[in-house]
């Protein structure tokens, strides 16, 4: 059964990197038949998408934060990555990896069907 | 952007009622919509994509419908377990962006 989990600091300084890593275990990352991605939620609000990474390195970002995101792949360790550079306090949120399956229009992706747990990051001095 | 409405805000309804919830897009998204319910400190679960499609494992009281710009997830009787946030979601073929509903609250009468 395929998963997913987070893991980076909790606790990041203002202007600083938020740097994240979503671990696959139980399936192949280099699977032609998904996409993965970042999403994140803010405490009592709800979700926003961060962007999208093909195991071959494609990617496609939200135009809203693209300025300040880089998603990123390693499939010899079967993780994905997220940095998002010079973070404020707005940027606070659990941000949660998932798997969306390919679709045939592009952008060739589209819904989250396997999502990780959630990792908490407190942008804070 | 494709802008998501959700409506109603909050539903408050009790075990065994029939839940009716509304996604509304600002311009057709043919039938690329799915929904999630998320239930407090866990992450989203996939209920149904296509608009129709049930997820893997999801029961059958949990039905969706809808294309272009109006869509609505049923619920036809709910059990405790059913009291929870559920969002719709979009994607859009350019930009290629995707975009979540601000969520509808389903709570205990």
């Known amino acids: 059964q395929l998963q997913l989990q987070e893991s980076g600091p909790g606790l990041v300084k203002p202007s600083e990197t938020l740097s994240l890593t979503c671990t696959v275990s139980?399936?192949?990352?280099?699977?032609?038949?998904?996409?993965w991605g970042w999403i994140r939620q803010p405490p009592g609000k709800g979700l926003e998408w961060i962007g999208s990474?093909?195991?071959?390195?494609?990617?496609y970002y939200n135009p809203s934060l693209k300025s300040r995101v880089t998603i990123s792949v390693d499939t010899s360790k079967n993780q994905f990555s997220l940095k998002l550079s010079s973070v404020t306090a707005a940027d606070t949120a659990v941000y949660y990896c998932?798997?969306?399956?390919?679709?045939?229009?592009?952008?060739?992706?589209?819904?989250?069907?396997?999502w990780g747990k959630g990792t908490t990051v407190t942008v804070s001095s | 952007e494709i802008v998501l409405t959700q409506s109603p805000a909050t539903l408050s309804l009790s075990p065994g009622e029939r839940a009716t919830l509304s996604c509304r897009a600002s311009?057709?998204?043919?039938?690329?919509l799915a929904w999630y319910q998320q239930k407090p400190g866990q992450a989203p679960r996939l209920l149904i994509y296509?608009?129709?499609n049930r997820a893997t494992g999801i029961p059958a009281r949990f039905s969706g419908s809808g294309s272009g710009t109006d869509f609505t997830l049923t619920i036809s009787s709910l059990e405790p377990e059913d009291f929870a946030v559920y969002y719709c979601?979009?994607?859009?073929?350019?930009?290629?962006?995707?975009?979540f509903g601000p969520g509808t609250k389903v709570d205990i009468k």
């Open positions: 296509d608009a129709s």
């Open positions: 139980g399936g192949s990352i280099s699977s032609s038949s998904y996409y």
């Open positions: 311009q057709s998204v043919s039938s690329y």
């Open positions: 990474i093909y195991y071959s390195g494609s990617t």
């Open positions: 998932a798997r969306l399956p390919v679709v045939v229009v592009a952008p060739h992706y589209y819904y989250m069907d396997v």
């Open positions: 979601q979009q994607r859009s073929n350019w930009p290629p962006e995707i975009t």
